[in-house]
């Protein structure tokens, strides 16, 4: 499509008119565009929308979350003993706090609720 005939559908859009435009008319059509258009404050009018449960927007990043740095349990023998029990106590202790932090900093930043 040339210009000229981009223009002639864009005058016919805006004004309703079935026939086709003159140049007059056309440049008419332009310098009211021109003259009425809203006025810019250098960027974008547009408002992302808060993100809920049901409504795609805009979230907050939330704090760090350390890596639980406790080491991995190790898999038990035939019995267990009081060392590889404490293991695995100290990584569920750790995953928990891991977690629950996760969760404090989602809901500061409104992530979650």
């Known amino acids: 499509m040339q210009i000229a005939e ?27 565009l021109a003259e009425n258009w809203p006025e810019s404050s250098g960027g974008s009018s547009y408002t992302l929308p808060e993100a809920t449960e049901t409504t795609l927007g805009g979230v907050k990043k939330s ?8 080491s991995d349990a190790t ?6 003993d009081q060392a590889i029990a404490q293991s695995v106590v100290a990584l569920a202790n750790a995953n928990k706090t891991a977690i629950n932090a996760i969760i ?3 809901k500061a930043a409104g992530i979650m609720t």
């Open 75 to 80: 898999a038990a023998g035939e019995a267990y």
């Open 6 to 32: 981009a223009l002639k559908s864009l005058y016919k859009k805006v004004t309703g008119e079935e026939e086709a435009p003159t140049e007059s008319q056309i440049a008419e059509l332009i310098n009211q």
């Open 63 to 70: 704090a760090e979350v350390s890596s639980v740095s406790v």
């Open 104 to 106: 404090t900093n989602l």
